[in-house]
């Protein structure tokens, strides 16, 4: 399901400094949970935050090798394509665009990359 042709409505999350690197959080924007973390390398990522394979939140996973890796059954995601690396997940998470201005940290879940 496409939605690109609509405008991201775009809602704070937090500061940059809310966000400790590689620590994923979990956010409500909207109705909508959402994963956001900052990397080591500066980037911020909003996923969908609930495995594709089981329902269990992926904020309560870990960064290993910039993906985010599923406490439960250990599949890992690309944080970028929200695809899985790895058994037994084979279905990807949605991905949000993100934003940061000054440092605010935008998500918009209208909208999926
Ligand atoms: S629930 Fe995430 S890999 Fe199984």
Known sequence: ???????????AVGHLTD??????ERCEVGEVAVMVVRTSEGKVHALFD???????????GEIVDG???CWLHGSTFNLTTGKPSCLPAVDPVPVYPT???????????NVEL
């Open 99 to 109: 934003k940061i201005e000054g440092d605010v940290i935008y998500v918009a879940t």
């Open 50 to 60: 609930t495995c594709s394979h089981a329902e269990v939140p992926l904020s309560e």
């Open 1 to 11: 399901m496409s939605r690109h042709h609509e405008e991201p409505e775009w809602e």
């Open 19 to 24: 966000f400790e690197e590689d620590r994923p």
């Open 67 to 69: 993906e985010i890796e």
